[in-house]
């Protein structure tokens, strides 16, 4: 990645800046836009799209910027193909628009960036995905249809997922084994909810249903899905192994059973409590001697195991890397590399009774957690992505796992659509058992 850096610096001297389309101006992206406009040479905004158009103005002003107001295609075309910034409220417009060389989803919504992401691979846009949630419940059919109009999906560096990602591509290059790709939490507690998360929430500027997902486990649960389905890894069990540790990462590596780690070909798997956190690791293997002679010189230890770790994620800092990696390099970061790995199926959070009606990610209703695709699809599993406003048919204790039997799915929609797609192009024998329009 340290090479990223040079070419962008020579964009900036030829004045020909990456010019990027982002979708949202939450917090996330807000701090994506200072990054790039103040400290990424040879990259910029060109254009924002919110539907709180106040919030796109803002993310422009911070960093000393102002932006044209447009609400067609043809001033927007306009603007942005004379250099200008804009902000408009209808992302949509951002799919058909000419002069820019990639456009970054960052709403955090899942049936709204569904049709944005859509639209953009119909009109044949390179899209960056800062939207687990999305990538984990339909990565696997909108890359499918990505790869068939030739255009690049992908993840993004400072999420969880990329940031493994890079260390796994790290650590196969050195010749070794990944054996777990891991993702290291200071909590878990499947109970938490927008209540308990309230004051954390507002010091961090952040929506309490985004910080409960982050307790209770449904937002591990998603990014361990997309890192799945990038590298082909399963879970050990259904919620992952999830040890417990007040140490160090490198500790960890006596804990597991390699030969059953080998066996699975390898797991994606969470820890709780260990240093250096918030970080992700990947414990990996070799069988060379050689190989073993110096990771031991080098001081990771005498293995079968040895302990590969970043020590942070810095979130919409190094998302500018994927975009510079994408439209320089045609690197894909991270992207499914074939249908399901892992799902996050759900759990119910609370007792629930007949008729109600779930409320969404982060709520007060329900949690997630991984299960293996194929066990998902026989046990007919509801995948956490499309339980906000189903209905439930019958009453469910705390902790039940719900399926596509209990419930009854809202209104037909795109999202409801493509996991049909996706479940009946990979996992076409269980089909039937999904419930249809």
Not at 52 to 79: F, I, M, P, R, W
Not at 287 to 294: F, I, S, V
Request: net charge negative; aromatic share 8%; proline share 5%.
């Amino acid at each position: 990645m340290i090479i990223v850096d040079k070419y962008l610096q020579e964009r900036e001297k030829a004045g020909k800046p990456i010019r990027v389309g982002l979708w949202g101006a939450g917090e996330m992206a807000k701090g994506l836009v200072n990054q790039v406009m103040r400290y990424t040479p040879g990259m910029e905004i060109a254009v924002i799209a919110n539907r709180t158009l106040s919030k796109a103005q803002e993310a422009y002003e911070y960093t000393g910027h102002t932006a044209q107001v447009c609400d067609n295609l043809a001033d927007l075309q306009a603007v942005v193909s004379a250099g200008g910034l804009a902000v408009t409220e209808n992302g949509e417009l951002l799919c058909e628009l000419e002069g820019l060389d990639l456009l970054v989803e960052c709403t955090g919504t899942v049936h709204y960036a569904a049709n944005l992401v859509m639209k953009a691979i119909e009109n044949k846009k390179h899209v960056l995905l800062f939207n687990p949630e999305v990538d984990a419940l339909v990565g696997p059919i909108l890359k499918v249809y990505a790869d068939k109009a030739s255009v690049m999906l992908s993840g993004a560096d400072g999420d969880q997922p990329g940031v493994i990602m890079n260390l796994f591509r790290f650590v196969k290059g050195l010749g070794l084994t990944p054996l777990i790709c891991g993702n290291i939490k200071g909590l878990q507690d499947f109970y938490r909810n927008p209540t308990t998360q309230a004051s954390f929430a507002a010091r961090w500027q952040l929506t309490p249903e985004m910080v409960t997902q982050f307790a209770d486990g449904t937002k591990i649960s998603i990014e361990q899905a997309c890192v799945a389905n990038a590298t082909g890894m399963g879970v050990a069990k259904r919620g992952m192994i999830g040890l417990n540790y007040n140490g160090h990462i490198d500790d960890m590596v006596t804990m597991y059973d390699i030969e059953d780690l080998k066996s699975k070909g390898g797991v994606v798997d969470y820890v709780v409590g260990p240093k250096p956190g918030p970080g992700v690791f990947v414990f990996a293997t070799t069988d060379d001697p050689k190989t073993k002679h110096y990771l031991e010189y080098g001081k990771l230890g005498p293995g079968p195991l040895y302990s590969f770790y970043t020590p942070y994620h810095l979130i919409y800092f190094e998302i500018p890397i994927s975009i510079a990696r994408m439209v320089l390099f045609q690197d894909i970061i991270m992207a499914p590399i074939a249908g399901p790995v892992v799902e996050v199926v759900t759990f119910a959070k609370t007792d629930l009774k007949a008729g109600k009606v779930l409320d969404g990610l982060g709520g007060y209703d329900t949690y997630g957690q991984c299960e293996n695709a194929t066990t998902a699809r026989q046990e007919n599993l509801l995948p956490v992505g499309l339980a906000e406003g189903a209905t439930l048919k019958r009453d469910l204790s705390r902790d039940d796992v719900i399926t596509f039997d209990d419930i009854e799915l809202p209104a037909d929609n795109l999202v409801q659509r493509l996991y049909r797609e996706q479940t009946q192009l990979f996992f076409p024998e269980y089909q039937a058992k999904t419930v249809e329009a």
